[in-house]
């Protein structure tokens, strides 16, 4: 499975009464889905069609991990550190 696509589990929609009032939430920042491959130090990453957009993200390659081997789902958000908010 390391190194070839794979699809990434997708959201599923709740069924009415299932939220629960103790449920956490966070804030959705808008990227997309991606899904990074860890083999011995050498990261890909593909979307969750299976496109592989490594080169786009060549910050990618300094990612070290703990582990030999690991798939990563998730979103891949940028941000500009050049825009100030106020606070």
């Known amino acids: 499975m390391l190194n070839k696509p794979l699809k990434p589990m997708l959201l599923q929609p709740l069924v009415p ?7 956490k ?7 997309f889905r991606i899904l ?3 083999d011995y130090g050498r990261v890909r990453a593909y979307t969750r069609h299976g496109t592989e957009v490594t080169e786009r993200f060549p910050e990618l390659q300094e990612i070290k991990l703990s582990v ?3 798939i990563l789902d998730g979103e891949c958000i940028a941000f500009d550190v050049t825009q100030q908010t106020d606070q």
């Not at 009464?17 to 449920?23: A, F, Y």
């Not at 939430?25 to 990227?31: M, P």
């Open 25 to 31: 939430s966070s804030i959705k920042w808008d990227g």
């Open 68 to 70: 030999k081997t690991a």
């Open 36 to 38: 990074i491959h860890y």
């Open 17 to 23: 009464g299932e939220i629960k009032k103790d449920w």
